[in-house]
C-alpha cells in the first residue's frame, strides 16, 4: 500500500527505523499502516510512476 503522511505530521516508520517522507511511501500493509489510515495519520493513495519507482529502488537496496 502507498501511503503519504498528514501535512505537518512526522509518521516514524517502524521497518526502516525512520520518518515516513513527505511525498510518501509504499509499505507492506499491516494493522500499524490500517491503524495509521483509520486514525488519519496518513492517507492512502495511488503512486504515481516516478514514486512507485523511487520506492522499488530504495526497498532493492534495503
Known amino acids: 500500500m ?4 498528514k501535512k ?3 509518521i516514524p516508520d ?3 527505523n525512520d520518518f515516513l517522507p513527505e511525498q510518501g511511501r509504499e509499505v507492506q ?3 500499524y499502516w490500517v491503524r495509521r489510515v483509520r486514525d488519519g495519520d496518513v492517507v492512502e493513495k495511488a503512486p504515481t510512476k ?3 519507482k523511487n520506492s ?3 526497498e532493492d537496496n534495503a
Open 56 to 58: 522499488s529502488k530504495k
Open 14 to 16: 517502524p521497518s526502516l
Open 29 to 31: 500493509k499491516n494493522t
Open 2 to 5: 502507498f501511503v503519504v503522511p
Open 50 to 52: 516516478a514514486q512507485a
Open 8 to 10: 505537518g505530521y512526522k
